[in-house]
């Protein structure tokens, strides 16, 4: 296995980014990674928005989100996965695991002594993030969630993801700009190239490639019984505060994955929806976040 590190100078100058990067070593087997995360906002604010990203993205993706949560006077921290963003990456298709991920995240909250957590998250970061509380359920206050589901193994895989899972097992070497172009007709051209910037060739694209191959898909899966315990978690035990938004074009985790997800949050109320926008639904993040400060 070899960690590949993406060169620094692929992120000067992305459009609506300016924000200085942070590091911490996470060490696995005999491995050690450099993982990214944001980290803006007082240090010492009330409230902590903790900004999950999907696949193929990385925390570019709350770009639009980040300025709002900061100038209500609040912390907003979004790491990158190991194999996006400016995080290190394996070439080795087989060091992605659910559980992999999952205890990453975990090791960032514990490490960063993170309370008052308003969970964000959106595909992938919904997948893993929303079973974080089943080990911490004391951190977090709210939750904003958008087009994702759990992945819970006692139901069928929905034909649009198994339509996604099977292009990007067609393309390796996937075309990630290219894709964020398409997926969200107002992304700007310099925009959609920051999309790229992670991933200078196809050996740094393992963890875009295995993500798909995550979601289980029956019962015993990895991954399959923590996300059954989610599921019973936010339906009986949470009791902060929720909103959930739904880009109405997302033919993978659109409007009908999102409404029976949505009868799994205790008290979420009606979900509001985004009619032009698609799966990456962050990409229409400025309004969402400014309801979410209001409505928490």
């Given at each position: 296995?070899?960690?590949l590190?993406t ?6 100058d992305?459009?609506?980014f300016p924000?200085?990067?942070?590091y911490?070593d996470y060490i ?12 803006e906002?007082?240090a ?18 709350y770009r639009?989100?980040i ?5 209500a006077?609040h912390?907003v921290v979004?790491p990158?996965?190991?194999?996006f963003g400016?995080s290190?990456k394996?070439d080795d298709e087989a ?11 975990l ?8 309370q ?9 970061g919904?997948i ?17 969630v958008?087009?994702t589901t759990?992945?819970t193994?006692d ?6 993801f198994?339509a ?12 990630i700009?290219?894709?964020?172009k398409?997926t ?9 190239i ?7 060739d196809?050996?740094?694209k ?8 995550l979601?289980?898909?029956?019962v015993?899966a990895p991954g399959?019984s923590?996300s059954r315990?989610?599921r ?5 035990r949470w009791?902060?505060?929720s909103a959930?938004?739904i880009g109405m074009?997302?033919p ?5 994955i999102?409404?029976?997800l ?6 979420c109320p009606t979900?509001i929806?985004?009619?032009n926008?698609g ?7 400025e309004?969402?976040a400014r ?6």
């Amino acid at each position: 296995m070899n960690i590949l590190r993406t060169p620094d100078d692929r992120f000067n100058d992305l459009k609506d980014f300016p924000y200085k990067p942070n590091y911490f070593d996470y060490i696995h087997s005999e491995h050690s990674f450099r993982v990214h995360y944001v980290d803006e906002g007082p240090a010492d604010a009330d409230v902590t928005w903790l900004c999950l990203h999907g696949q193929p993205t990385w925390s570019y993706l709350y770009r639009k989100m980040i300025p709002v949560f900061v100038k209500a006077g609040h912390r907003v921290v979004a790491p990158d996965f190991i194999g996006f963003g400016r995080s290190d990456k394996s070439d080795d298709e087989a060091l992605y695991t659910f559980d992999f991920h999952r205890e990453m995240l975990l090791f960032f909250l514990r490490r960063m002594k993170l309370q008052k957590v308003r969970l964000v998250c959106q595909d992938w970061g919904g997948i893993i993030g929303l079973t974080l509380p089943v080990s911490e359920p004391e951190i977090f206050s709210a939750l904003l969630v958008m087009n994702t589901t759990l992945g819970t193994g006692d139901k069928p895989l929905g034909e649009g993801f198994l339509a996604w899972r099977d292009f990007v097992r067609s393309k390796p070497d996937l075309n990630i700009s290219r894709l964020m172009k398409r997926t969200v007709d107002c992304l700007s051209d310099d925009e959609s190239i920051a999309y790229d910037a992670p991933f200078p060739d196809i050996t740094y694209k393992a963890g875009v490639r295995r993500f798909p191959e995550l979601l289980p898909d029956n019962v015993n899966a990895p991954g399959a019984s923590l996300s059954r315990q989610a599921r019973t978690w936010w339906k009986t035990r949470w009791q902060g505060q929720s909103a959930m938004v739904i880009g109405m074009q997302d033919p993978v985790l659109g409007p009908k994955i999102m409404n029976e997800l949505l009868s799994s949050i205790n008290n979420c109320p009606t979900p509001i929806e985004i009619p032009n926008a698609g799966h990456f639904v962050q990409e229409w993040g400025e309004p969402i976040a400014r309801m979410a400060v209001e409505a928490f």
